[in-house]
């Protein structure tokens, strides 16, 4: 998709018109809706799930109208998807204008096709052989879910990606696996595209944050774990890190709020410029998406590495960019990390003595840009606040980026 047809993907989706558009598919009265979050990947397409209440209309005999109140999550998607995708879930596509969206009910993505029989409890309490509920914890449409299953016989974990995706995951797991290294275990997977693992112990890497407990041996752990990450990775196919893809999220956030393109477009274009002088050294292990939310710690250690899709070839700067850049725009989201900048200057100090300090903090720039356009995906109130305190948050990053070379 080009920038024009994103923001118009995006003004249409999250606008008024989104209610007609709601009415159009959905074989009923539209009561109310609410945008509840917003996906939106740079050249690929524009995801936004809505909480829609609505009456659904039915016949007794062709005879009697019936009228069934339902509650449902209805995600609506520029994205490009096979036409038997679409069909196979009963999903359905509306034009406006030229620009086709694909509108389905959860949980019956077209490109997660394990995802009903992972929102299943029976389904997976079959799969499991015990009885089992589940939870949903995260879901970007066309790309993964993630849920938490409670079992008689302990927790665990699924993941559902896209079928093609899945093999390239139970890779990964089984490269940790034997590493000894502390990340869930396969416990079964289909080829549909669902992953049931293990459980981890630990709390996570946050909840230190928020406490200030055990920091130093912490940054000591984290900096070993990377240290630990196995050189077969280094077959792995590379993936280009965050800050190598700014350009992209600059254009996603200008597409969300226009009237900051320009200094996304900016940041942008300094973040590949200081990278292009920094020093990165040679490619080793890295973990791809390295902070708080995907490590879990116990009594000073790291004892869990979770999310592990982004395992492969990459520059240690990268991961120590990741960890810093989402550790800085925690104040922002709730006042129990109002006190995180001390931590944040004592670890990028310590992170500089194993990477280029511009190379880090050029990296955090970038990881702090893709999150500007995020700040929208929870449907928030203060969405726009959020996305322009992390812009701010990445200008600073380069700043000091700039100052270090």
């Not at 960019?321 to 989201?333: A, E, I």
Request: glycine content about 8%.
């Amino acid at each position: 998709m080009t920038n024009h047809s994103e923001r118009r993907a995006l003004q249409l989706l999250t606008g008024a018109s989104a209610g007609e558009m709601l009415a159009l598919a959905l074989d009923g009265i539209v009561r109310s809706w609410q945008v509840r979050a917003v996906n939106h990947r740079p050249g690929a397409g524009v995801s936004v799930g809505y909480s829609v209440i609505w009456d659904r209309i039915s016949h007794e005999n062709s005879v009697r109208e019936v009228r069934v109140r339902e509650d449902s999550y209805i995600v609506a998607s520029t994205v490009k998807i096979a036409e038997a995708n679409l069909d196979a879930v009963g999903a359905i596509t509306l034009y406006a204008d030229d620009l086709p969206v694909h509108i389905w009910q959860f949980p019956n993505d077209p490109e997660l096709p394990a995802l009903p029989s992972a929102c299943d409890p029976q389904a997976v309490s079959g799969l499991l052989g015990g009885v089992c509920d589940v939870e949903l914890l995260g879901y970007r449409p066309t790309r993964r879910a993630v849920l938490r299953v409670a079992c008689d016989s302990g927790p665990r974990y699924a993941k559902v990606v896209r079928p093609d995706a899945i093999q390239a995951l139970i890779d990964r797991h089984r490269i940790f696996a034997d590493a000894a290294l502390p990340t869930p275990r396969i416990e079964m997977s289909t080829s549909t595209g669902l992953i049931i693992t293990s459980a981890v112990v630990g709390t996570p890497l946050a909840a230190s944050y928020r406490h200030g407990t055990n920091l130093t041996s912490i940054f000591t752990s984290l900096n070993r774990t990377l240290d630990a990450l196995p050189p077969v990775a280094l077959d792995l196919k590379y993936r280009p890190a965050w800050a190598e893809r700014c350009a992209h999220y600059a254009r996603a956030a200008g597409a969300s709020i226009p009237e900051i393109a320009e200094r996304t477009a900016a940041l942008s274009q300094g973040i590949l410029e200081v990278r292009r002088s920094a020093y990165y050294g040679g490619l080793v292990p890295t973990h791809g998406d390295f902070y708080e939310a995907n490590v879990l710690v116990n009594e000073g250690v790291v004892s869990g590495l979770l999310d592990l899709d982004s395992l492969g070839p990459g520059y240690r700067a990268d991961d120590w960019g990741c960890l810093l850049g989402h550790l800085s725009v925690l104040p922002s989201l709730s006042e129990n990390y109002a006190h995180v900048g001390a931590i944040r200057e004592d670890w990028f100090a310590r992170a500089c003595h194993d990477a280029d300090p511009a190379a880090i903090a050029a990296s955090a720039a970038g990881v702090v840009l893709s999150l500007v356009s995020s700040a929208r995906q929870r449907g928030r109130a203060d969405w726009k606040v959020q996305a322009l305190t992390r812009l701010a948050v990445a200008e600073d990053w380069l700043a000091r980026a700039r100052l270090a070379r």
